[in-house]
């Protein structure tokens, strides 16, 4: 399984940036999916996940209100609204998919896109 980040970039304190995440696993719509970032000398941390039909999500606190992760089923991809971002979500953020059934457990990471948000 192929995952593709994008939308990274440099914004200002208080902007806002819409990440993606792309794949053309025709079995999308089994895999919980999650963004996950990782910043200079911290191990990586989850950020938001959803269930597999969107039902459910879960946040970090730190992001809590600012964020909002998302999937369409149909085109195959995720996506993370992130909004009045400050200094502190500067990383590399990954996409993450993972599923478990009776044949093992499935874990697939993208490469991964920098945001970098200035003061």
């Known amino acids: 399984v192929q995952l593709v980040e994008s939308g990274g970039g440099l914004v200002q304190a208080g902007g806002s940036l819409r990440l993606s995440c792309a794949t053309s696993e025709i079995t999308f719509s089994g895999y919980y999916m999650a963004w996950y970032r990782q910043a200079p000398e911290k191990q990586r941390e989850l950020v938001a996940a959803?269930?597999?039909?969107?039902?459910?999500?879960n946040y970090a606190d730190s992001v809590k209100g600012r964020f909002t992760i998302s999937r369409d089923n149909e085109k195959k991809t995720m996506y993370l609204q992130m909004n009045s971002l400050k200094p502190e979500d500067t990383a590399v953020y990954y996409c993450?998919?993972?599923?478990?059934?009776?044949?093992?457990?499935?874990?697939?990471w993208g490469q991964g896109t920098q945001v970098t948000v200035s003061s």
């Open positions: 993450n998919a993972k599923k478990l059934d009776w044949r093992g457990t499935y874990d697939y």
């Open positions: 959803i269930t597999t039909a969107g039902g459910k999500t």
